[in-house]
C-alpha cells in the first residue's frame, strides 16, 4: 500500500476550505460502516427497504425491454454495505435470444471518467500534482493557449461544433486569459474539445496508433472553446484522457498498469479492461441500435479489439459487479475490504460541487444539479426529477451505463445497459427510491 498525505495547499487550492482532519460534510454523517464488503445478497429489510420495492425496480426495468426501449441490463444495489439486489434481464443476442448474464461485460464510456478522477486525486494525496497546476506543467504543448471566438457579424451556428453553419474565416483566435488546470479538466471547464467554436479550427485528430503521450503532444495547440473556467461545457473524450496522461506522467507509470495495480486490483475489480483478454471475449455485449423501428447490430467506438490508445474517459470494459465495487469504495470514504485508495477529505473534495450554478446537464436542460472533480452531484433532487439524495454523486456513458454513489441513502448502483435510453434513469431512480422505507 502507498503512503499518502494530503497537504493544506491541495486542500485550500481546492476551494473547499478543509484542513486535514477535519469532519466531512454533513451527507457523509451516515456513510460510517465498517468499510467490508461481500457479494452475498441479503434480503432488503436487512437495510429499511421492502422486497414490494425491489420487485419494482425489476419491473421497471422490465417496462423499458418489453416496450422494445433495451434488449438487456444488468443492474445492481446495495445499501450499508450489503448487496440487496442483482438482476440480468432481457438478452445479450437478440438473433438467438440468448439471457444476458450477470458477469457480462458492458462498454462504460464515459462512465470510466471517475475511475480516472480517483487515480487524479491519489497523485494529489502524493503531492504530485495539485488542482491549480497548469496543465502546461506536466504537458508543455499546453502552454501559450488560443481561444476561439466568434468574428463579428459571423452567422449564427445552429449548434456549435456539431452542426454550425460557420465557415473558418468567420473565427478568430485570440490569446486566453490564462492557462487551463488540472482542476479545469476534471471540472469541464477548461473549453478543451467541448462542441464548441474551437471545432471549426482545430485540425487535431485521433490516429489509428496513437497512444496518450503521443496525442497530448499534438493536443496541445488545439484552440479552445472559450476562455478557462467561464463556463460548464462537457470535454467528452479530450479532457479526462489528459488527465490520465497527467497520472501516467507523474507516477511514471503506463497508464494501464497504474489503473490496474493502484485501483482495479486492490478493489477486486477483476473483470475492468482496457483492452479485453481474449479469455472474456465471449461475455463482451454485442451493440445494438433502433434502425427503422427495428434493432440493428452497430458497431461501437470503444472495445473493439486491442488498441494502444488507453482512454481515461471512455476506455473501459467492465462489469456491475465491478463497478459497484469501485462505488462502494467511494462510499466507504475510500477503502473497501481493507484497500484504502484514499483519504476520506479527498472523497468529499471529489464529491462537492466546484462549478457554482454552471452545470445544468449535458444538454444544458437540467436544474438542481452541481459538479464536483468528474462526477455530477445531485443538489436538488425536485428540480433534477432525480430518485437520488442530494450529495449523490456519480456519472453515466453514451452506451446507457449509469453508477452512482449516494452517502445521505447509504447505498450504491450500477445500471448497465447498452443503448442510450434517457427515459430509463429517472424511471430507475424513482422506483428504488418507493424501495426505501427506513
Do not use: C
Not at 425496480?57 to 417496462?63: L, T
Not at 496541445?220 to 489528459?242: C, H, K, N, T
Amino acid at each position: 500500500m502507498h503512503e499518502v498525505h494530503i497537504g493544506r495547499r491541495q486542500l485550500l487550492g481546492a476551494g473547499l476550505g478543509l484542513a486535514v482532519g477535519m469532519a466531512a460534510p454533513e451527507v457523509w454523517a451516515q456513510a460510517r460502516r465498517p468499510a467490508t464488503f461481500d457479494w452475498t445478497l441479503h434480503a432488503p429489510e436487512e437495510v429499511g427497504m421492502t422486497r414490494a420495492g425491489l420487485d419494482g425496480v425489476k419491473a421497471a426495468m422490465q417496462k423499458h425491454i418489453d416496450n422494445g426501449d433495451l434488449t438487456g441490463a444488468v443492474t445492481a444495489i446495495a445499501r450499508r454495505n450489503k448487496l440487496v439486489y442483482f438482476e440480468a434481464q432481457g438478452v445479450r443476442d437478440i438473433e438467438t435470444g440468448e439471457p444476458i448474464r450477470k458477469d457480462d461485460i458492458f462498454r462504460m464510456m464515459s462512465s470510466t471518467k471517475p475511475t480516472t478522477g480517483v487515480a487524479v486525486m491519489m497523485m494529489l494525496e502524493e503531492g504530485k500534482l495539485s488542482l491549480d497546476d497548469k496543465v502546461s506543467r506536466f504537458i508543455p504543448e499546453f502552454r501559450n493557449p488560443k481561444v476561439a471566438v466568434v468574428a463579428e457579424g459571423a452567422d449564427t451556428p445552429r449548434d456549435a461544433g456539431l452542426t454550425g453553419s460557420y465557415v473558418i474565416d468567420q473565427v478568430k483566435l485570440v490569446p486566453a486569459t490564462r492557462e487551463i488546470t488540472i482542476k479545469d479538466l476534471l471540472t469541464h471547464t477548461s473549453g478543451l474539445s467541448s462542441r464548441g467554436n474551437g471545432a471549426y479550427v482545430n485540425q487535431v485528430r485521433h490516429l489509428p496508433d496513437d497512444t496518450l503521450a503521443s496525442y497530448a503532444a499534438r493536443l496541445g495547440s488545439a484552440a479552445l472553446d472559450f476562455q478557462p473556467g467561464s463556463r460548464w461545457e462537457y470535454s467528452a473524450v479530450d479532457g479526462i484522457d489528459m488527465l490520465l496522461r497527467i497520472v501516467e506522467i507523474v507516477s511514471k507509470t503506463p497508464a494501464d498498469a497504474f489503473m490496474r495495480e493502484r485501483v482495479f486490483e486492490p478493489l477486486g475489480m477483476r473483470d475492468t479492461h482496457y483492452n479485453l483478454p481474449p479469455a472474456k471475449a465471449d461475455r463482451l455485449l454485442k451493440f445494438y441500435g433502433k434502425e427503422n423501428g427495428q434493432w440493428q447490430r452497430q458497431h461501437p467506438y470503444f472495445g473493439n479489439g486491442p488498441t494502444k490508445w488507453v482512454s481515461g474517459s471512455s476506455g473501459l470494459l467492465s462489469t456491475a459487479h465491478d463497478f459497484l465495487l469501485f462505488h462502494q469504495m467511494l462510499l466507504n470514504q475510500g477503502e473497501l475490504n481493507g484497500a484504502r485508495l484514499l483519504k476520506p477529505q479527498s472523497i468529499a473534495m471529489m464529491s462537492t460541487n466546484h462549478t457554482g450554478d454552471l452545470f445544468h446537464g449535458v444538454n444544458g436542460k437540467v436544474n438542481g444539479l452541481g459538479f464536483g472533480l468528474t462526477v455530477q452531484i445531485t443538489r436538488d433532487p425536485v428540480a433534477a426529477d432525480s430518485g437520488r439524495l442530494p450529495g449523490a454523486f456519480g456519472w453515466y456513458g453514451a452506451y446507457g451505463t449509469t453508477t452512482w454513489t449516494d452517502p445521505a441513502d447509504e447505498m450504491t448502483v450500477t445500471m448497465l445497459v447498452q443503448q442510450t435510453v434517457p427515459s430509463v434513469t429517472p424511471d430507475f431512480e424513482h422506483a428504488i427510491r418507493r424501495a426505501v422505507v427506513a
